[in-house]
């Protein structure tokens, strides 16, 4: 978990959100599709769901706290293994896109906004990867 919060820490400082805050809650295949069911309408499991607070109810009483991202590590795992990469490289991945969720970005709407999202992905990943090995 400690991976986790450093990996966290890194997005946001790269999204220049230095007092960001998220929660990152994992889940099984099972309550993950029970989210996806109640709040998409899509009834089954998925890898990530995002629930932005700033979009919410009360979003302007805490500016720095921008919500929760919610992980399958079951999902995780298997497309880890579907993608021939290592766990934590997946992880690393669905958490990056969560957060972006949470700031924003959008790769449902349109093609270009779906564009802007996987560069940005991209560059977050390949930066926290370089760190990792001291580049």
């Not at 960001?20 to 099984?28: A, D, Q, S």
């Not at 995780?76 to 490289?89: C, G, H, I, Q, V």
């Not at 959008?106 to 926290?128: N, Q, T």
């Amino acid at each position: 978990m400690i991976q986790v919060r450093n990996w966290t820490r890194q997005i946001l400082l790269l999204q220049k959100f230095e007092n960001g805050e998220v929660n990152v809650i994992f889940v099984n295949n099972r309550r993950i599709r029970d989210y996806n069911r109640d709040y998409r309408k899509i009834d089954r499991a998925t890898d990530v769901l995002s629930f932005p607070m700033r979009e919410g109810f009360g979003g302007d009483l805490h500016p720095d706290f921008l919500g929760d991202v919610m992980i399958s590590l079951e999902m995780t795992e298997a497309e880890a293994k579907s993608y021939a990469r290592a766990m934590d490289e997946q992880l690393l991945i669905l958490l990056i896109h969560g957060i972006l969720h949470l700031m924003g970005y959008d790769h449902e709407g349109s093609e270009a906004e779906e564009k802007k999202m996987i560069r940005r992905e991209r560059f977050i990943l390949k930066k926290i990867q370089d760190r990792s090995r001291g580049i």
